[in-house]
């Protein structure tokens, strides 16, 4: 059983930092790619960052500059570094992830239950 947890969101000021983190456990055998989504109210869900398995990054235009996607050496683990926030990024934030459980087995993606960001002041 392959759980995503993500964790880090809260409540900040504009112009302020936050760095969501999503922790992947259960019988992985491998992570190819990792993104983060966010979802506004009202709103479709959206890719804001992703990392393939070279470490090639991916930003939408609205993050790119402020927004920071990592991972640890293990791959377990991805981090959205989140600066200079804006209203305008309060959102529910899902990560993903494309895995293996086994050697065998065909890649599936698996999300996260979100943490939700509000920047207000």
């Known amino acids: 059983q392959v759980q995503l947890v993500e964790s880090g969101g809260g409540l900040v000021q504009p112009g302020g930092s936050l760095t969501l983190s999503c922790a992947a456990s259960?019988?992985?055998?491998?992570?190819?790619?990792t993104g983060w989504y966010r979802q506004a109210p009202g709103k479709q869900r959206e890719l804001v960052a992703s990392?393939?398995?070279?470490?090639?990054?991916y930003y939408a235009d609205s993050v790119k500059g402020r927004f920071i996607i990592s991972r640890d050496n293990a791959k377990t683990t991805v981090y959205l570094q989140m600066n200079s926030l804006k209203p305008e990024d309060t959102a529910d934030y899902y990560c993903?992830?494309?895995?293996?459980?086994?050697?065998?087995?065909?890649?599936?993606?698996?999300w996260g239950q979100g943490t939700q960001v509000t920047v207000s002041s």
């Open positions: 993903k992830m494309y895995l293996r459980v086994t050697i065998i087995s065909q890649v599936n993606d698996y």
């Open positions: 259960g019988s992985i055998f491998s992570i190819s790619s």
């Open positions: 990392m393939d398995n070279a470490g090639s990054t």
